[in-house]
């Protein structure tokens, strides 16, 4: 492979180069009614699982202007252990399965 497929350019015109900082896995979590199951607020959080072991949090809020999400670190990070409810299999599971 070329290393001019892994370049871009930039809305200022400049040539970049793509460059992958991590891998790994991700959650995207929204929050229902336990009772309802409708959807209860209109965010998001976004799990990002590290092959090195770290994660990140962040809450994606919608902002009024179409097509824009800001994204937010929580104060208290919940880690990988948290249990999530799947719609498909009506289970509660682990975020990250082995």
């Known amino acids: ?6 370049i871009t350019v930039s809305k200022k015109g400049k040539r970049e180069i793509r460059t992958i900082v991590s891998r790994g896995r991700f959650a995207l979590i929204e929050y229902r009614d336990p009772v309802t199951k409708e959807r209860t607020e209109d965010k998001y959080k976004l799990v990002l699982y590290h092959d090195d072991g770290r994660v990140d949090e962040y809450f994606i809020i919608p902002t009024k202007t179409p097509h824009r999400q800001l994204l937010i670190e929580p104060k208290e990070k919940k880690g990988v252990k948290l249990k999530v409810w799947n719609p498909k299999t009506n289970q509660v599971e682990d975020m990250f399965p082995d």
């Open 1 to 6: 492979m070329s290393i001019e497929e892994a």
